[in-house]
């Protein structure tokens, strides 16, 4: 089976940094995207970045440009996202997703698989 795990969420003051791990098992994870999401409350899940398989391309949604970071180690089936000049704004759950398909990376339908969600506040 498909299983993702988040984790590496916490309270940091803005400014301040945090890494997220996704760890992922049961498909070949050399060939697929992984994308990082997240919700605020009340809020709909926006993709915040992106990475594709063995080239390892990034995406990066506008508000995170130049904050976050978006890796993966294939060895360890692991993709972080290094979360830096963290901004209250950037308070939510994040999710990680793969087997994009369909659709705009940034779109939560275009994703199929999704593990449960790490909290990160940002207080100000």
């Known amino acids: 089976d498909v299983q993702l795990q988040a984790f590496g969420g916490g309270l940091v003051q803005a400014g301040g940094s945090l890494r997220l791990s996704c760890a992922a098992s049961g498909f070949s994870f050399d060939d697929y995207a992984i994308g990082w999401f997240r919700q605020a409350p009340g809020k709909e899940r926006e993709g915040v970045a992106c990475i594709s398989g063995r080239a390892g391309n990034t995406y990066y949604a506008n508000s995170v440009k130049g904050r976050f970071t978006i890796s993966r180690d294939n060895a360890k089936k692991t993709v972080y996202l290094q979360m830096n000049n963290l901004k209250p704004e950037d308070t939510a759950v994040y999710y990680c997703?793969?087997?994009w398909g369909q659709g705009p990376w940034w779109v939560a339908s275009s994703w199929d698989y999704w593990g449960k969600g790490t909290q990160v506040t940002v207080s100000s």
């Open positions: 997703a793969t087997h």
